[in-house]
């Protein structure tokens, strides 16, 4: 080649800057040079430069990596990103390699942060597109990392498949055959392929995906797409596991209850044009949100498809609108929505508490929750309240119900036993031991046994039911061991002082001089009551803070009763 000033005229410079051990791999354009020959100006090729003897097969596979590598526009990532342009040309290479196979037999490696085709050699290309080659036809090797990820680009931009559900198909069969060769492909697969489901639209509920497939119910768990309780009840003002009613048994019945009750309330809102979020969430607008992050995947893709909206579950929700994707992710909670939670949980506790005859009542004070701004989302408060009401009834019902469930293999068993029946009964036959109809109607009321199976789901015989929520009866606290006589007899002088005070509806400012007359200070006078309460009766019995103090009206008749007014 030609010099200028000491170096080439193609570039010694930039030739120096690759060749420097210490440069970045990010700074890199190609990680192989090739230049093309100048057939009219032979006298300008070196003789210091090794000419490359290839095959005519290689010599064709070298011509169809330089035209792909002229198809990139750009190099280089910014700031540790994929730029846009340079996803539109991996988009644009991999479009033009879809269908290209090869049968390389070497094996060179390749490892980089942010790969593409264009920072990968001669015999690295080789490499790639052989082992694609082998993954294509089901065999999955090890191989470098690297390679593993420019193949998950090319599935993410729909190379190499017919349509989403393919796409989503071979995503899922890469990571579950190279898992079992790299484990730490699990921590990116994860999120690009609930991506993957979301920008494209895949029919088929999150959740049926997550059952059907071991890796994705290892990366999020026991997931359940109408689990409310798990979403919004860590949101709730009122801590119900702390409750004296909250045991292992009940708490399955309040989940349960819980998400009967909000499903039933999603559905109400959705009539006026609202949802369940509304109440707990400030605005409809969620938070911007990218799929793919740190991943070459090409935006250009979405263009020709519509707005719309994908439920991964009942608190996740991704919707498109304008070209611009968003989440829930993010959202300022409303205070007001702790409050819904927690009066939805104090609803169904006070009804299991009246329904289940426990000793010791609960209520549920809508006036707690800012009604206002309540009915600005709602409209009707009264209704919203009845609809809740009628779902917690709904559901107790149904728990109380009798269910009998025949499998229809034992269909024929019945009816030859009642064949073998009717004609002992037309014979006129006296000595068969036993009433046959009566051994029959015990062989149906008898547990299942093999193989005439038969399953009986055992619940409360006589239920009590009720037309509202309100006709559950109350019964009297009992006088032997009570727990809310325990709780007084414990408290100090000071603390039984403080508790009458606070009864008594002494404002904030007086309690705080009483407890100075004391030497105490206010918070620990008030903490003392709580923590004694909560071993004696499994919950607080007053809210205390800078600015509140407050008996909860749910203990207050207790108390009364226990330390007289």
Not at 72 to 77: E, K, L
Not at 293 to 320: F, H, M, Q, T
């Given at each position: ?14 030739l120096?800057?690759?060749k ?6 990010y ?29 005519p ?9 330089l ?61 790639y ?9 089901g ?69 049926n ?67 369940f ?7 409809h ?20 498809r ?32 702790r409050l ?41 408060c ?5 609809c ?13 119900r ?55 789901v ?66 620990v ?41």
């Amino acid at each position: 080649m030609p010099e200028r000033d000491g170096k080439t005229e193609y570039g010694g410079a930039f030739l120096s800057q690759m060749k420097s051990r210490a440069r970045s791999l990010y700074e890199q354009v190609f990680a192989e040079i090739y230049i093309e020959e100048n057939e009219e100006h032979p006298e300008q090729s070196s003789e210091s430069q090794p000419v490359l003897k290839r095959s005519p097969e290689e010599e064709e596979k070298h011509r169809i990596f330089l035209e792909m590598r002229h198809l990139c526009s750009c190099v280089g990532q910014s700031g540790g990103f994929y730029t846009p342009q340079q996803s539109a040309s991996f988009y644009e290479q991999a479009k033009f390699m879809e269908t290209f196979e090869d049968d390389y037999e070497g094996e060179a490696p390749f490892s980089m942060y942010f790969p593409d085709y264009q920072m990968m050699n001669f015999q690295q290309l080789r490499t790639y597109f052989t082992w694609r080659t082998d993954v294509r036809r089901g065999v999955v090797r090890k191989t470098s990392f690297s390679y593993v990820f420019l193949y998950i680009y090319e599935l993410i931009n729909h190379i190499g498949v017919k349509d989403d559900r393919e796409g989503l198909e071979k995503l899922l069969y890469i990571w579950e055959e190279y898992e079992k060769l790299e484990k730490k492909l699990n921590r990116y697969m994860a999120g690009w392929v609930k991506d993957y489901y979301i920008v494209n639209g895949i029919e088929e509920p999150f959740v049926n995906l997550v059952k059907e497939h071991a890796v994705l119910q290892e990366a999020f768990g026991a997931f359940e797409e109408d689990d409310y309780f798990s979403a919004y009840g860590p949101l709730s003002a009122y801590k119900f596991e702390k409750s004296i009613f909250y045991t292992e048994k009940t708490g399955a019945f309040i989940r349960e209850c819980f998400n009967r009750v909000v499903k039933v309330l999603e559905k109400w809102l959705a009539e006026r044009n609202r949802c369940f979020d509304d109440l707990l969430y400030y605005g409809h607008r969620g938070s911007t949100w990218y799929p793919f992050p740190k991943a070459l995947y090409y935006a250009g893709l979405e263009k020709n498809r519509g707005d719309r909206v994908v439920r991964i579950s009942c608190s996740e929700i991704y919707w498109r609108e304008n070209g611009r994707w968003f989440s829930t992710k993010n959202r300022v909670k409303r205070e007001n929505g702790r409050l819904i939670i927690g009066y939805l949980f104090r609803r169904i506790e006070q009804f299991f508490r009246r329904a289940e005859k426990f000793p010791y009542k609960l209520q549920a004070d809508p006036k707690k929750i800012h009604l206002s701004e309540l009915g600005g989302i709602v409209g009707d408060c009264g209704a919203f309240f009845a609809c809740i009401d009628a779902a917690i009834l709904e559901f107790y019902k149904e728990s109380k119900r009798i269910r009998l469930e025949i499998h229809s293999e034992n269909l024929e068993r019945i009816r030859e036993s009642a064949l073998m029946t009717q004609e002992k009964l037309l014979a006129g036959v006296e000595d068969t031991p036993g009433d046959p109809i009566e051994s029959l109607t015990s062989e149906l009321r008898a547990p299942a046994q093999e193989p005439f199976r038969l399953t009986v789901v055992e619940q409360d015989t006589k239920p009590e039911t009720f037309s509202s929520v309100e006709e559950a009866k109350e019964p009297s606290c009992g006088k032997e061991e009570d727990p809310w006589k325990q709780f007084v007899d414990s408290l100090s002088a000071e603390e039984r002082k403080f508790l009458r005070l606070a009864l008594k509806g002494e404002p904030l400012a007086g309690l705080q001089q009483y407890a100075r007359s004391c030497s105490l200070m206010p918070e620990v006078l008030a903490d003392g009551l709580n923590e004694k309460a909560l071993e004696a009766v499994e919950d607080t019995v007053m809210e205390f803070s800078d600015d509140t103090a407050e008996i909860y009206e749910d203990y207050r008749e207790e108390l009364e009763r226990v330390i007289g007014k």
